[in-house]
């Protein structure tokens, strides 16, 4: 099965074709460094390292890029607030993201540019659109991008220009020729960040900082570009038209998009008290599990859901994750992998592939994974153990001792009993006997098994 993407632009998937044979360039919007990287980062950027691993896994070369927003108004405001400079809260800040998505166990990127090393290049680009007619220096003294003439603009997001609302995720401003309009280059304010231009002093808008980025670490066009949900307009939808406007090229072509996350069924929002940093939920799950199983069982729960799904996070679902991981970790602990290579010809593996191969659907890739621990305890295969092992390890996770992972969680249970318990209420179910079958069921939630029934006949057991 060749591997397919769902391509934001097209709303579809399709069969993925590097422009390059066996190389993908790849571009992952960054975070703006003003504050501690929250929870839905976290779910953004687990969800293109495990796409970045799989295409790894899968034999492609692949050049990472994921950018550093280093000077924007945020920056500039709290900065201020501090007493301290922009560059020395961005650093600072900088230095924090990269810490908790190594924790995270997300691969660092290939390269990690940040915009202020870029504004040579950002420059360039802005008096290119100049040229073409597509970016004009309005009454205060910014310079603009003219919506209106990229005739294409809002295909990523499905919007119409004339059914755009000034004021609707655009700044009302007089100034502009037109609301719609986008600033590429702001003048400065005293006391900013600001670099000489043809147009006097200033500093990059944020929108151009990417497509400057891109275009010179990656080429006019990106085999993937992918970012949050919340960037898809008018981030996204900006680069496309100032990146296409300027080079003639197709900038981009599949674009990702990560599926929101909510906390306990709501947005998440400081004013709401339910906003959660990667570190606050770190702290947490690492008090909870352990120091490095909490991280472990983050990254599990953040990536079991397909990438493009909406996630809620709450107490209760981490928990979840960390008994299913915790079922895993037994069945390694109980069985110890031998020292084979990865068998892409095993049934489990050739499953799991098919769901990886198909838009990385890892929730169909985990379930296949459970059904692999249920082999193991009822076989005790050292070989499925050490295929259970490696496509875990591709995933980004099952890195850690079993023993003691699972210490202390499920070691008055005896797994292999308990497999052995819903293979026979499957069993059951297909011969109809379905009092039988919630016999089985109850005899289990009496000794603190839950038994959860997925899609296709699956059943994965977790301790209640």
């Known amino acids: 099965m060749a591997l397919k993407i769902y391509n934001t632009l097209t709303r579809k998937p399709e069969l993925f074709q590097s422009i390059e044979p066996g190389k993908v360039n790849m571009y992952v919007c960054g975070v703006t460094v003003y504050d501690d990287c929250h929870i839905g980062h976290g779910r953004t950027f687990i969800a293109f390292d495990i796409v970045r691993r799989w295409l790894e896994a899968s034999g492609y070369e692949v050049r990472f890029v994921r950018n550093v927003t280093d000077v924007d108004d945020k920056i500039i405001r709290r900065s201020a607030e501090r007493g301290i400079l922009p560059s020395e ?11 908790d998505l190594r924790n995270l166990n997300c691969l660092d990127p290939t390269v990690e540019p940040r915009a202020t090393a870029y504004v040579p290049q950002m420059l360039s680009l802005i008096e290119k659109l100049e040229e073409k007619g597509y970016a004009y220096q309005d009454k205060e003294g910014d310079v603009d991008f003219s919506v209106r003439k990229f005739e294409s ?5 499905g919007k119409k220009i004339d059914d755009l609302r000034a004021g ?3 700044e009302l401003d007089t100034a502009k020729r037109d609301p719609l309009d986008f600033v590429l280059w702001k003048k400065a304010k005293p006391g900013e960040p600001q ?6 002093m200033g500093r990059p808008g944020w929108h151009i900082e990417c497509s400057a980025m891109s275009s010179s670490l990656l080429g006019d066009t990106l085999d993937i570009h992918a970012g949050g949900p919340d960037l898809k307009f008018p981030h996204h939808e900006n680069e496309i038209a100032q990146s296409e406007a300027a080079s003639g090229k197709r900038f981009v072509n599949v674009w990702m998009h990560s599926g929101p996350l909510r906390v306990n069924g709501e947005k998440m929002s400081k004013s709401l008290k339910n906003f959660w940093t990667i570190r606050d939920a770190l702290e947490q799950t690492n ?8 991280a472990e069982t983050l990254r599990f729960f953040l990536l079991k859901s397909s990438y493009r799904s909406p996630i809620d996070f709450s107490s209760g679902l981490v928990e979840d994750a960390h008994q299913g991981l915790v079922r895993l970790y037994t069945a390694l602990r109980d069985v110890p992998a031998d020292q084979g290579e990865l068998d892409w010809n095993e049934d489990y593996a050739r499953r799991f592939k098919e769901a990886m191969d198909d838009d990385f659907n890892t929730a169909l ?8 621990a249920g082999a193991i305890n009822a076989s005790k295969s050292p070989v499925l153990a050490r295929q259970l092992l490696k496509l875990g390890n591709i995933l980004g996770f099952l890195r850690l001792d079993p023993t003691s992972f699972v210490k202390g969680a499920v070691e008055d249970i005896d797994s292999t009993w308990v497999e052995e318990q819903i293979q026979k209420r499957k069993e059951a179910k297909q011969a ?23 899609p296709g006949g699956i059943t994965t057991w977790r301790r209640g």
């Open 365 to 372: 890739a985990v379930s296949v994974l459970f059904e692999l």
């Open 287 to 294: 008090r909870e599990y352990g120091d490095k199983n909490g």
């Open 153 to 157: 603009y809002g295909a990523l997001s």
């Open 89 to 99: 809260l961005a650093e600072e800040f900088t230095l924090r993201m990269q810490e």
């Open 168 to 170: 609707e995720r655009v």
């Open 432 to 454: 109809r006997n379905f009092k039988e079958a919630d016999a089985i069921r109850a005899t289990l939630k009496e000794k603190g098994i839950v038994l959860e029934d997925a």
């Open 195 to 200: 670099w000489q231009s043809k147009w006097g």
